[in-house]
Each structure stands twice: as structure tokens, then as C-alpha cells.
């Protein structure tokens, strides 16, 4: 079933979901997106519902309001998070139709509606602005709106909805897409649906005669059948790499909010005697499953990645290591990490191809502090995270990480980079580990088997030096502003220890002029208590905003290759000018600086009496995240030592830009109430509410609540429904038959729980039914992705390993991934095999050359090196491997960069010459 969640005697049922249509507006690398679902009551009964979407964590919500059947729009407005749930309260009690959309984690939100009368339509309307990825290329960046939220391991928020299974029912679903791009738009791929595209800006809008042709296109997809996965657009524009500042006038105020975006291209010396810490979601979540008959799956794409990642490292001066985590963490060795050389590598390959997702949970907080715990503190660390982020602790992970990368020294840093594998990856933990741990974040879905650039740009990212002390620089007028405004704030820094010495005199001075005091007084009870009533709290006193708000406050997340994404608010808006400035500086003292032109956007501007202009909206949600991530100044304009006073004024701060730019956030919420004369009928009717189900359930349209006095591991491992639930979603595989019944929850086709897992991880991944995923959420669009029985080191229920599959330090249990004929494989595939037959000094064995076409099948003899007549066949293969790259693989040069830097490497060395050297041969063997 899709729809609203609501319990009939105890036991979860929905109100069914009619009809979605997603409309988004893409403005260069931002989008707003507006998400209308229609729902409708077919019961007897007056109802309370909820449900819950996902969002990602780089977006905003920033509209909502209902529509009831008379076509009446009841506007959501932003209040405080406790008053919004009092007015949504106070509104249901007195009968009328009200709904509030609060925020549970930075990218899962819930929605609840209340007092829903027999045979009535609802339709909710929600809209929410987000920054969007990079692309496959570099010329080209993906827009994704998510269809489900990933089962979370831990306890869920409070306000999270529980889950019901899903039902073969069907609604109709449309999208339309407005793209407005920088550059001219050379293609738009949709790889999930059938759609039908158009050049050209959108006729409606008053100037579309004037407006570039080739940079605008138009995208819409329209289906009877309900949405089966998620909608991805990747679209391709000349020069979509190039910096660029987009500047948003606000229509209503004296304002301007810039989006600033540069993909930096400069050339940097290595850190070297560096420590890679590889560190691998190994949970349920991440295990088997199918697409097609490739039989890919999590897990598997994190060893591809590894597989590259491990070729690509510095082959000197570096260590390295590879922690597994689960419910528990295991490290390939235990005593630290080792020598990278031929040895720990074929050890670590062998590792790498015997994982299986078979560690149960995923606690995520424990095994980074065991990371950090270890690691060598005399180098430089980067910890590289694969997971798919399903799990709640999101708070407790990201202090972690922040307070280990704060810890560490300037001579020996630690940076954290992330991978986010899989569809319903956490947006908010995979980037906000890299966020907080002065990394960078990469993703890649389910079934991607061409992601391998994405794994070059982390290590690059990692092997570059951070740039301190980044900045945007707007000018002298807007430095002047700033000091200004500062100065305005009447905030006086004293040096403590003149304040104290200050003191210390005027109490003397004090003292000295009163009269001496009775040292036995009768009128003094030197027992009593003082019982009086606790000192109020000091009151927030909330400076004004500055002229100029930017996010991030310190941009540490500045490498080659790497997108930038900068924001920020200017107010009064003429002190943005026509460029700006980004500067910077190296541990040495070398000065960098980028100036960058500041261009107006043709189309952000519009907004209506729902929602601000979404550049401003995304650059406070930026400003938001900030405050949540402890940067800013209050603490050292405050009382530091009031940590209570801080807290309140950082919530002050967060409701402020809230209700400014109508944004849901930690602190705020969204409540819509019905206004109109209270209908008696729909005061009158028995109301079915929403109470807490016996146990928190984590997911949504997707796996039923767990059993009265189960586990608490089991709040969130929940079992797929049975196959037949299915028959409708052709992307999702059909589930074998659930297994018998443990105390079910609900109505026959509610799945049974899991049981929860082992202490440790066992030998065994057999059943998979320790530490498996249940289902994933509905979300924006109510549907269900299974996670059928047998998710992770099961047994071969989808094909995956047989029961008995070792884990944690028994490398080379499970076989090498097979062999395919080298004709057949497709370029990412080839990259992989190569990467495989590559030493970790750099070179490529003879045998490499199978994978090079038929202009090498001859072998080694057939290459010639010109004065280089006694090379060794290792030379000859490596540069007829470079060759390939270059002449058959330049499109996909990204990801096999770094395999062929260390090749170069390793050839300028056997041959006594300079890098330019090899390229002369390399480019006479491309002849």
C-alpha cells in the first residue's frame, strides 16, 4: 500500500496514494523541485496520518500547503519546531483539516495530516530546493529527486512514521523538468524512465524570445503506472566545469544571494608519507542483490572501488589499511597499518575480493573512533568511508569526526572522504562526514558499473594539499561593511587577564570604604538555606545579521578536480560588484587567488507568496548547516562558559533564517491549518489517530512494525513482504517466500522481523537473515525497493555466495570475481581488469596486453620502443598499456588517470628519463 500511514486497532493501514506529478526547475547547478500528491480516504472513519520523504541532505524544504477538493489552498507557514506542533495540535483537537511537516533528519522529513473526513481528497504539495552533483564527466552534473528512504540502523526520531508493507496498486505519475544552463546544452540522459525532451527556454516565461536557445531544454515523463524508481537526468554543457557566480536579486528586499561554483584546475606538489585508512560498510545493507542477471550489489561495487583505490596509491613512503565494519569492526591488520608494496597489496586484493556484507548492524560512530583510535599520528591520514550511510546516529558520527580532525596537528592532518554507495544512500551522513572531516563526498547507485572516476577524484582530492585560510573576497566596500557592522554589535573583547586584575582593584577599592563587619551577628542563621527560586536564564540577545552571510563559513573542502560549491546572502545589495574573489594560501605561504565574474541568472528571481527566491533559500539552508556544525562566533561573543546560552542562541539564529526565507530546519516546522468554519461532520466523526506504535520503525511503505518484546536490534530490521506484493515494479527483483512467521505484526501480508544478529560476525553467512536490510522507505513517491530475505552473505538466495563464506581475516574464501572474455567487456570493466594485473610500483604485467584489443594480442614482441631496444617486457607492456588508455579509452581518462601517473612513474624510472620522455613513446606507439 501507498499512502499516508495510520493504525486501525493497533495495527498499520494507509490511505491509498492517487496520482504524483513532480515539477523542478534546474538554474544552472540548482533546482527547486515541487512534489503534488494526492491522496483519498476510502474509509468509514475520520483519520490522523503521517508519512515521511526524503530529501537531500544539500536541499531545503521550502514550501508546503494542502489542497482540499474545492480547490481551497491552505498555505503552510514557518513557526518555531514546539510551536508549530502545539498549533497542529490545538488545530486537530477543534476539528480542523491541519497538517505539519517537520524535519527528522537533515535529509528525511515527515509529514503528518489530520482530520482527513470519509471519501475526501487531500493533496499535499511540497517543495524543496537543492544544489545538484557532479556528473559521469566533467562537462556534465546529475539531477536526482529520490523516491524511498533507506531502512535506518538505530533508533529513529520520534516523529518518524512507522512502515506497512507495499501492495501491487498503481497511481499515476508524471514530471516535468525546465533546465536553464550556463552554457549550451549539448545532451540530456534520462536513464531511469522513458522521457520526452525539448530545446528551447519555456514559453511562458515574459522574455523567452530573447533568451539563448541552446541553453535552455525542457524534459517531461508521463506514465498510468506508479513510479518505480528514482528519476536521474544527467545533463551535458560545454564549460559546466568552468567558475561561475550567479548572482539572485530578491523582488522584495534590498538583497542578493550568489551561488558560487568553480571546479579548481591547478597543479600542487603530493602530500607524501601519507596513511590510507580504507574503512568499509560490511552491514546487511550493503549485501546482494539483483539487477538482471549481473547479480551487482552494494558490497560489490565497494570492492570495484577498493580494487582501484588500492592500485592508485603513492608506491612510496605510504601505509595503508583496511577496516571492516558492521555491529563490530575488524581491520586487516590488527596491529596497524603496513608498508604499501607488492606483498601487503596481493594481501589486500585477496581481503578485499572474500568481503561479504555480513557484519549485522551499522554502527558506523564506534568503528571511526576505533579508525581515529590507531591510526599513526606521526603522518598525514586520509580515511576513505564506503558505506550507504543508513543509520541514525548522524550526531554522534559527526562529532566524532570533527573533534579527531580538530585534534590533529597542521604537520600530521587528518582528512575524512566519503563514497555513498546506493540509491538510498544518506545524503546527510556520507556528506557530512567528508563536510566535517575536510574531505569530499562522491556517490554512486545502485548498479552503476562506470564509476571508477568517481573513486580517482576522492584520491586525488586525498593526495592534494588542503588550501588554508580559503575565503571570498568581495572588495574594500563590503570589508568596511563588515567591520562596521561588527562595531554596530557593540561586542567588546577584553583580554581576561586584564578584565580580572580590573576586577580584582575595584573590589579592593570597594572594601575598603565600608564598615567592618560583625563576626557575630544573632541575626545571621548560619545554617539557613538559601531556597529561593533558581536565577533565570540570561535572555538571547540576537545580533543582527552581517552584510555579507556566506557558506560554508570556512571552506576547507578545496582540491583539484573536486566541484566547490560556495553560497552566500549580501545585504544591501550593492555591495556585490562585478566579480569576485577566491583566495587562499598553502602551508608554505604560496598565495592563491581566482577571480571570478559575477553573471545574473535569466529565471531564479521569480517567487511567490509560498516561497523566496531559491537561491536565497539554498544559501540559508547552507547558513543553517553551519550553525548546526558549531561554526560560528558565539561562543567567543558570549559568555563561553554558558554553554546553555550558546545552544539558544544558535536556535535563535537557525528560527531566524528559517522564518526569514520560509525554510523547515532542526528548529523549524511547517504547519498549515485549515482556517474556514469548522465542518460539523468532520468535528463530529470518530477520529482514528496516530499513536506510537509499539516500537519505533525506521522505514516507511515498506516492512511491518517489529514484534511486541522483540529486540531492539529488530527495531530496524524489518523482513520484505511476499513476492506477490510486487508484480507491479519491474526494477525490483521478485522475493523468495518470507520465511514463517515470528510473532507477526499485523495482517497476513506483514512480513515476519528478523532475528537479531550475533555478538560478532559468525563464520557463517548463512540464511541471511543476521544483519540484513528490511525494506527501504516510501518516500516523495511512496514506493516501496525491496530488500527481500537474504540480503548479505546469504545463502545464494539471489545468487549470491553459499552458506559457510568466511568473513573478517579469512581472505580467500570467496573466489576472485570470474573471468569474463575480454572482447566482452565494457570500458569500465577493462579498467578494472587492468587495474588488477598492476604492480603496486606501477607496472602492467605482459599479461595485461589481453585486455588491449587485438592490436596487441601479440604480445610484448610486437611493441617497439625506439632507442629502447633492451627495455624489459614489463616497460614494453606498461607503455602499450598507456597506449590503450590514451587511444581507445580517452573518454573515460578520469578513471584510469591515476593508474597511468604511476605507470609513467615507473617507466621514466626503468628508463633513466624525464615523464616527457614516455610520452614520446607513448604517442609513437599510438601511431
Known amino acids: 500500500m501507498h499512502g499516508l500511514i495510520h493504525y486501525v486497532d493497533g495495527q498499520p493501514a494507509t490511505v491509498p496514494l492517487m496520482r504524483v506529478a513532480a515539477k523542478a526547475t534546474i538554474v544552472d547547478l540548482s533546482a527547486r523541485v515541487q512534489v503534488t500528491q494526492e491522496y483519498r480516504n476510502d474509509s468509514s472513519e475520520t483519520l490522523d496520518c503521517s508519512y515521511q520523504f526524503p530529501v537531500p541532505a544539500c536541499g531545503a524544504v521550502c514550501a508546503f500547503a494542502m489542497l482540499k477538493a474545492d480547490g481551497s489552498r491552505i498555505r503552510g507557514v514557518v513557526q518555531e519546531k514546539e510551536e508549530a506542533r502545539a498549533t497542529y495540535d490545538e488545530a486537530v483537537e477543534q476539528g480542523r483539516l491541519a497538517s505539519l511537516m517537520e524535519q527528522d533528519s537533515p535529509d528525511t522529513f515527515t509529514c503528518k495530516v489530520g482530520n482527513i473526513m470519509p471519501r475526501e481528497t487531500v493533496i499535499v504539495e511540497l517543495t524543496y530546493v537543492t544544489e545538484l552533483t557532479e556528473g559521469e564527466t566533467s562537462d556534465s552534473y546529475r539531477f536526482h529527486v529520490p523516491s524511498h528512504v533507506g531502512c535506518r540502523y538505530g533508533d529513529p526520531p520520534s516523529s518518524a512514521p512507522a512502515g506497512v508493507a507495499a501492495s501491487d496498486q498503481g497511481a499515476a505519475f508524471s514530471v516535468d523538468v525546465s533546465i536553464e544552463a550556463a552554457a549550451p546544452i549539448s545532451k540530456v540522459d534520462c536513464t531511469s524512465h522513458a522521457v520526452s525532451t525539448e530545446l528551447g527556454p519555456d514559453p511562458s516565461l515574459s522574455n523567452a524570445d530573447n533568451l539563448p536557445f541552446a541553453n535552455f531544454a525542457r524534459v517531461s ?19 559546466v566545469d568552468r567558475p561561475r557566480c550567479i548572482v539572485e536579486r530578491h523582488p522584495a528586499q534590498d538583497s542578493a544571494a550568489i551561488s558560487l561554483t568553480v571546479v579548481p584546475r591547478f597543479s600542487l606538489p603530493e602530500v607524501t ?173 545502485d548498479g552503476d558499473q562506470s564509476f571508477t572516476g568517481k573513486t580517482a577524484r576522492l584520491l586525488k582530492a586525498a593526495r592534494s594539499p588542503q588550501i588554508l585560510n580559503a575565503r571570498l573576497d568581495f572588495g574594500e566596500s563590503a570589508d568596511r561593511a563588515m567591520k562596521q557592522a561588527c562595531l554596530d554589535d557593540d561586542f567588546e573583547v577584553v583580554d581576561a587577564t586584564e578584565g580580572t586584575e580590573k576586577l580584582a582593584l575595584e573590589d579592593k577599592a570597594d572594601s575598603s570604604s565600608k564598615a567592618p563587619l560583625n563576626l557575630f551577628d544573632e541575626s545571621v542563621d548560619p545554617l539557613a538555606q538559601d531556597v529561593g527560586p533558581a536565577p533565570p536564564a540570561k535572555p538571547v540577545e540576537l545580533p543582527s545579521p552581517p552584510p555579507l552571510q556566506l557558506a560554508p563559513r570556512a571552506i576547507r573542502g578545496l582540491y583539484p578536480g573536486t566541484r566547490l560549491h560556495a553560497y552566500g546572502i549580501v545585504s544591501p545589495a550593492s555591495l556585490l560588484h562585478d566579480k569576485v574573489t577566491l583566495r587562499g594560501e598553502l602551508a608554505s605561504g604560496q598565495q592563491l587567488a581566482l577571480e571570478i565574474p559575477v553573471v545574473e541568472a535569466h529565471s531564479v528571481g521569480s517567487s511567490t507568496a509560498d516561497n523566496a527566491p531559491f537561491v536565497h533559500a539554498i544559501a540559508a539552508r547552507k547558513l543553517i548547516q553551519d550553525l548546526e556544525d558549531g561554526e560560528h562566533d558565539f561562543a567567543s561573543s558570549l559568555d563561553k562558559k554558558d554553554d546553555d546560552l550558546v545552544s539558544r542562541t544558535v536556535k535563535a539564529a537557525v528560527v531566524r533564517l528559517g522564518k526569514t526565507y520560509s525554510l523547515a530546519s532542526s528548529h523549524t516546522s511547517f504547519v498549515a491549518v485549515d482556517e474556514a468554519e469548522v465542518d460539523a461532520a468532520r468535528k463530529q466523526r470518530k477520529r482514528i489517530a496516530l499513536p506510537p506504535p509499539p516500537m519505533r520503525a525506521p522505514v516507511l511503505f515498506g516492512g511491518a512494525p517489529p514484534a511486541p518484546g522483540a529486540s531492539p536490534f529488530m527495531r530496524s530490521r524489518m523482513a520484505a513482504p511476499a513476492a506477490a506484493t510486487f508484480s507491479t515494479f519491474a526494477a525490483v527483483p521478485p522475493a523468495p517466500p518470507a520465511p514463517a512467521p515470528a510473532a507477526a505484526f499485523g495482517a497476513p501480508m506483514m512480513a515476519a522481523c528478523f532475528a537479531p544478529p550475533p555478538a560478532a560476525p559468525a563464520p557463517s553467512g548463512g540464511g ?5 536490510r528490511g525494506s527501504a522507505a516510501g518516500g516523495l513517491f511512496g514506493h516501496q525497493q525491496s530488500s527481500a530475505v537474504g540480503w548479505g552473505g546469504g545463502a545464494g538466495l539471489f545468487g549470491g555466495p553459499a552458506a559457510g563464506a568466511a568473513v573478517g581475516e579469512a581472505a580467500g574464501t570467496a573466489p576472485p570475481p570470474k573471468s569474463k572474455d575480454p572482447a566482452s567487456l565494457s570500458p569500465s570493466e577493462r579498467i578494472d581488469a587492468l587495474a588488477r594485473e598492476q604492480d603496486f610500483g606501477g607496472a602492467f604485467s605482459t599479461a595485461a596486453l589481453r585486455y588491449c584489443g587485438s592490436k596487441w594480442a601479440g604480445g610484448v614482441a610486437s611493441v617497439e620502443v625506439a632507442g629502447f631496444e633492451g627495455a624489459s617486457e614489463t616497460v614494453k607492456a606498461t607503455l602499450a598499456v598507456l597506449a590503450y588508455f590514451e587511444q581507445e579509452l580517452g573518454q573515460h581518462k578520469e578513471e584510469w588517470e591515476g593508474l597511468a601517473d604511476k605507470a609513467t612513474d615507473f617507466v621514466a624510472g626503468e628508463l633513466g628519463v624525464e615523464v616527457d620522455e614516455v610520452q614520446r613513446l607513448v604517442d609513437a606507439l599510438k601511431g
Open 221 to 239: 515523463c508521463k506514465t498510468a503506472h506508479f513510479l518505480s524508481s528514482d528519476v536521474v537526468l544527467q545533463i551535458t554543457s560545454a564549460g
Open 273 to 445: 608519507g601519507q596513511e590510507f585508512v580504507f574503512l568499509v560498510d560490511r552491514s546487511g545493507s550493503m549485501g546482494e542483490w539483483g539487477f538482471g542477471s549481473t547479480g551487482a550489489g552494494r558490497i560489490t561495487l565497494a570492492r570495484k572501488a577498493l580494487v582501484v583505490l588500492l592500485r592508485s596509491l603513492p608506491h612510496r613512503d605510504t601505509t595503508f589499511n583496511i577496516v571492516s565494519f558492521g555491529s563490530t569492526h575488524s581491520a586487516l591488520w590488527e596491529k596497524g597499518s603496513r608498508a604499501y608494496n607488492q606483498s601487503t597489496l596481493d594481501e589486500a586484493t585477496k581481503h578485499v575480493d572474500s568481503m561479504e556484507a555480513n557484519f549485522g548492524g551499522t554502527e558506523i560512530c564506534s568503528a571511526l573512533d576505533y579508525v581515529f583510535k590507531v591510526r599513526d599520528t606521526k603522518r598525514p591520514t586520509s580515511v576513505f568511508v564506503l558505506t550507504d550511510g543508513d543509520a541514525w546516529e548522524l550526531d554522534a558520527v559527526l562529532s566524532s569526526v570533527k573533534d579527531a580532525v580538530a585534534s590533529a596537528t597542521t604537520e600530521q592532518p587528518l582528512r575524512v572522504f566519503t563514497l555513498g554507495i546506493g540509491n538510498s544512500a544518506s545524503t546527510a551522513m556520507v556528506d557530512g562526514i567528508a563536510r566535517v572531516g575536510n574531505g569530499t563526498a562522491q556517490y554512486v547507485t
Open 768 to 772: 541471511g537473515l543476521f544483519g540484513s
